[in-house]
């Protein structure tokens, strides 16, 4: 009788961990793309601006 219940509390430990690990990892990775997207954003505006700089002023 004891067996099982010791099975059964380190499979509900690894179902935690495990649940864990991958909503941390969904949670930094929509962070990043976040952050990527920004930084993307931000570096087509520059580039923009340069555009029409150069075309304005050539």
Known sequence: M???AVFLCILIALVVVTSITV??????AAKHRDETIGSHIS???IVTNETIYFSLYQ
């Not at 909503?23 to 930094?28: A, G, I, N, R």
């Open 23 to 28: 909503y941390l990892s969904f949670y930094y």
């Open 2 to 4: 004891k067996k099982p």
């Open 43 to 45: 570096q087509n505006h």
